[in-house]
T-cell receptor
Framework: GQQVMQIPQYQHVQEGEDFTTYCNSS?????IQWYKQRPGGHPVFLIQ?????EVKKQKRLTFQFGEAKKNSSLHITATQTTDVGTYFC?????????FGTGTSLTVIP | GAVVSQHPSRVICKSGTSVKIECRSL??????MFWYRQFPKQSLMLMAT?????????EQGVEKDKFLINHASLTLSTLTVTSAHPEDSSFYIC???????????FGSGTRLTVV
């Protein structure tokens, strides 16, 4: 369907370890957005990627958009307990906006 | 800026009754709002795209007569769950886009429990 697949579905890391989630689409994406949803909360916009091969950084977070614009990744360096939550990629198709399947991150202190 | 207010945050209703959920953009005008449903430990599933002044666009499998959407103004969209059943219990959340920002802003969500 319209949903974008993300892997892994769940990830447990020790505090200080790195974390990466991957977003894969079978079709070319015009752009991709990333959101974070804390447990019990609502999604919060992190970033939008538009250009092929684009890399953007926000402090310990690095976002990449694949050269073919079919995949994207979010990498967190040296995770902290505040990074706990579910990370979603999302894409816009026409006038609709669809979320990926999400990766739930647990950080063990 | 770009605040979306959703009300109520929690509601418990009896089976067979209807529940209205409001989504307001407080400091911007939103010609388009999205309504999602999220079950525990799952992703957000798009239910419908709400367009100001016109009919909503529903996703496949979403009953438009059961989930009534009204977007009568540029700052308000409502979702009414009609004749609610226990299987409608879920987290409903709306979002809107501000023209001067990337990304979508989400309301805080409504946790609906049908008993």
């Amino acid at each position: 369907g319209q949903q974008v697949m993300q892997i892994p579905q769940y990830q447990h890391v020790q505090e200080g370890e790195d974390f990466t989630t991957y977003c894969n689409s079978s079709t070319t994406l015009s752009n991709i957005q990333w959101y974070k949803q804390r447990p019990g909360g609502h999604p919060v916009f992190l970033i939008q990627l538009v250009k092929s091969g684009e890399v953007k950084k926000q402090k310990r977070l690095t976002f990449q958009f694949g050269e073919a614009k079919k995949n994207s990744s979010l990498h967190i360096t040296a995770t902290q307990t505040t990074d706990v939550g579910t990370y979603f990629c999302a894409r816009r198709t026409g006038n609709q906006f669809y979320f990926g399947t999400g990766t739930s991150l647990t950080v063990i202190p | 800026g770009a605040v979306v207010s959703q009300h109520p945050s929690r509601v418990i209703c009896k089976s067979g009754t209807s529940v209205k959920i409001e989504c307001r953009s407080l400091d911007f005008q939103a010609t388009t709002m999205f309504w999602y449903r999220q079950f525990p430990k799952q992703s957000l599933m798009l239910m419908a795209t709400s367009n100001e002044g016109s009919k909503a666009t529903y996703e496949q499998g979403v009953e438009k007569d059961k989930f009534l959407i009204n977007h009568a103004s540029l700052t308000l969209s409502t979702l009414t769950v009609t004749s609610a059943h226990p299987e409608d219990s879920s987290f409903y959340i709306c979002s809107a886009s501000s023209p001067d920002r990337d990304g979508y802003t989400f309301g805080s969500g409504t946790r609906l429990t049908v008993v």
